[in-house]
């Protein structure tokens, strides 16, 4: 005759909790992703993704481009910023702006000029 095998409580316990860990853990891996604010796709995700908080990068761009007569085109500036960080960080090439002085003024707030070029083209995007 064939033997029943029966599995103690402790050994469902132990398998149950695990899975619940494997479980809860899966989740709070995928909630951060789910939660991210989904912006319009455009052609310069590769490059916006990099900014921390494209809503006021939008506003920092939008103002730039209210205050300068010049007004830049999309794809031109897409395939400098995309040549000027090609093989770096932003901070990285943030970081060479400051040591080179290359900055900008808007509304009274100095800064980095790639970080400026980046914005006006999220402000273009929206």
């Known amino acids: 005759m064939s033997e029943r095998r029966s599995f103690s409580r402790r050994a ?17 891996l995928s909630v951060p992703s789910l939660l991210r604010k989904r912006y319009r796709a455009s052609a310069y995700d590769d490059l916006l993704d990099d900014l921390v908080d494209r809503d006021a990068a939008i506003k920092v761009g939008a103002a730039f481009r209210a205050q300068t007569a010049a007004k830049p085109e999309p794809q031109a500036l897409g395939k400098a910023l995309r040549h000027r960080l090609e093989r770096r960080t932003l901070a990285d090439v943030t970081g060479s702006d400051l040591a080179q002085s290359r900055m900008l003024e808007v509304k009274g707030w100095v800064m980095p000029e790639t970080l400026v070029l980046l914005s006006v083209l999220a402000s273009e995007e929206s």
């Open 12 to 28: 469902v316990t132990i398998g149950g909790g695990i899975a619940l860990a494997l479980g809860l853990g899966a989740l709070g």
